[in-house]
């Protein structure tokens, strides 16, 4: 599975960026897909995952109530709305794909390039 993430880029606090990962085969259906962040000397953090029939989400507390994970079987992508953003949020965002549910970049099975994304006024 090869995943392609896009949509980072330079926003003000308490914008909004949406980010999108997509890959080429349907496979990607059949897999729980997320997305995690790292911060310049920080480690990689998990930000959002959704199961493979697109069901509940789960995030992390720091973005809780701001950003929304969703999928679109059809167009075998899987989206990270992010409002109200904030500098603490800027860093590289990494799409990820597993056989279920992760909190941990253990559980990923394959990774995509990062995307920027930085807040900043």
């Known amino acids: 599975v090869q995943l392609q993430a896009s949509g980072g880029g330079l926003v003000q606090p308490g914008g909004a960026l949406r980010l999108s990962c997509a890959t080429a085969?349907?496979?990607?259906?059949?897999?729980?897909a997320g997305w995690f962040r790292q911060a310049p000397g920080n480690e990689r953090e998990f930000v959002a995952t959704?199961?493979?029939?697109?069901?509940?989400?789960y995030y992390a507390d720091s973005v809780k109530g701001r950003f929304i994970i969703s999928r679109d079987k059809v167009k075998n992508t899987v989206y990270l709305q992010m409002n109200n953003l904030k500098p603490e949020d800027t860093a590289v965002y990494y799409c990820?794909?597993?056989?279920?549910?992760?909190?941990?970049?253990?559980?990923?099975?394959?990774w995509g390039k990062g995307t920027q994304v930085t807040v900043s006024s």
């Open positions: 959704i199961s493979w029939a697109g069901g509940v989400p």
């Open positions: 990820a794909a597993g056989p279920r549910v992760f909190y941990s970049a253990y559980d990923v099975d394959y």
């Open positions: 085969g349907s496979t990607f259906n059949s897999y729980a």
